[in-house]
Structures are given as C-alpha cells and as structure tokens.
C-alpha cells in the first residue's frame, strides 16, 4: 500500500552532519505522523524524533539541539538534519509513517528499510 524509500545515510566523522531523507510512495489517502527511529547494535529501537501532520515535532533528549526533523507533505518526503554527529548516533535509522489508505481511510502504519549512519571518532 504504501513504501518508504530512505536516503542519505553513511559514513563520517564526529562533529560533521548527514541529511537523511524518506519518501513514501503507493497507493494511499494521506501521510499523518512521521518519525525517526535507530537501532544501535545490540540495543533495542529507539524514537530518534517524530513529526506531526501540522509539522509540531518531538525529539529525544539525546539529540535535542543537534538533530531537525522536517517534512514536505507536497513531496510526502520526510527529512532528518543531523547535525554534531558523535559516535554514539551510530546505528540504523528507519523510517516510519502513519496514514490513511485510500478509501475506506484505514489507518496503516510503515517502516522503511532502514539506513546505516556510522560516525567515527
């Protein structure tokens, strides 16, 4: 029903930034909540930040002051500024989207493939 194709992840060193972005594409009625998660190795999933269909957004305190989730609702691409990068933001970051398919409107809910974020002191 619905796809979230993520981008932008990689490899860099502490202090620089990355951009990740995630595009959802298919067959639905809209995109309302949007979010980031992370799985360092060995840990469980995490909530990295979230964003709400009218843009209001919640981070971890982990991230606070470094990290901006944005969104572009014409583009339905959700986007994440990770900005500072330390060694412990090392992990896998997955998309996640909550909607509405096309008629009936049936709540859904989707992940992404996740990407790799690796930073290296």
Known sequence: QVQLVES????VQAGESLRLSCAASGSF???????WYRQAPGKQRELVAKIS???MTDYA????GRFTISRDNAKNTLYLQMNGLKPEDTGVYYCNAEGRT???????GSWG?????????
Do not use: E, L
């Open 29 to 35: 009625f809209s995109i309302d909540a949007m979010g």
């Open 102 to 108: 096309r008629w009936p409107h049936k709540n859904f």
């Open 61 to 64: 305190d982990s991230v606070k």
């Open 113 to 121: 493939q996740g990407t790799q974020v690796t930073v290296s002191s």
């Open 53 to 55: 269909s009218s843009s």
């Open 8 to 11: 932008g992840g990689g490899m």
